[in-house]
């Protein structure tokens, strides 16, 4: 699985730990940093980004470092865009009307829009100020995950304390994510657009 996927798989997941009764904001943005082994070095390196979403099938996440990365739905456009290693030479953006990937990204956040109650998809435990949820078989498959472990400043299990995340990934090593921070936020149609930079290659 490659690093944007686990980036947006892990993403979904984010606005899917407030009690059933609590609200998900329709719009809401969300910093946070990935953790994860060097399979070169072996030593602990770190990716920053930040996600906005508009309910309902609106996206855009953008990754800084180590690279540059952006991925933009409209709910009826997709861009996955690279910057260049090096500059001035070409960056590389894929284009897709639609997509599977988003498709389903696009679903689970409004699945979510109603809480994390047992459901289809998953079911919860709870222990103390942590909870994990295991994926049906369907799910897991789609997802290319089997479980997520979740852990908050307190036991409200609220979206905006959510502090850690751990992705157990079906053929790959888990992924961890620390939540920087969660608010509201105010979009509109620019934010869910992209502007395709000069110097770049485009496929579709």
Avoid: C
Avoid at 56 to 66: A, Q
Avoid at 105 to 133: C, M, P, W, Y
Avoid at 151 to 162: A, P, V, Y
């Amino acid at each position: 699985m490659s690093k944007m996927k686990k980036i947006l798989f892990a993403i979904t997941l984010l606005v899917s730990f407030t009690l059933q009764a609590a609200e998900i904001p329709k719009q809401f943005k969300i910093q946070f940093q990935q953790k994860y082994k060097s399979k070169i070095s072996n030593n602990v390196k770190s990716s920053d980004g930040f996600l906005v979403y508009a309910f309902p099938k609106k996206i855009r996440i953008e990754v800084s470092k180590p690279d540059q990365i952006v991925f933009v739905s409209n709910g009826k456009k997709s861009w996955y865009y690279r910057a260049p290693f090096i500059e001035g030479e070409p960056g590389e953006v894929v284009v897709n009307q639609g997509g599977d990937n988003l498709n389903l990204l696009a679903n689970f956040f409004d699945i979510l829009q109603s809480g994390f109650a047992d459901n289809d998809h998953f079911r919860t435990v709870k222990n103390g100020t942590k909870i994990e949820l295991l994926f049906s078989a369907k799910f897991s498959q789609q997802m290319k995950m089997k479980s997520a472990e979740l852990e908050f400043s307190d036991n409200s299990f609220n979206l905006m304390k959510l502090k850690k995340m751990k992705l157990n990934y079906l053929e790959a090593e888990s992924g961890n994510f620390e939540i920087q921070s969660i608010q509201s936020a105010t979009t509109d149609l620019k934010t869910f657009d992209f502007i395709i930079p000069p110097n770049t290659k485009v496929s579709e």
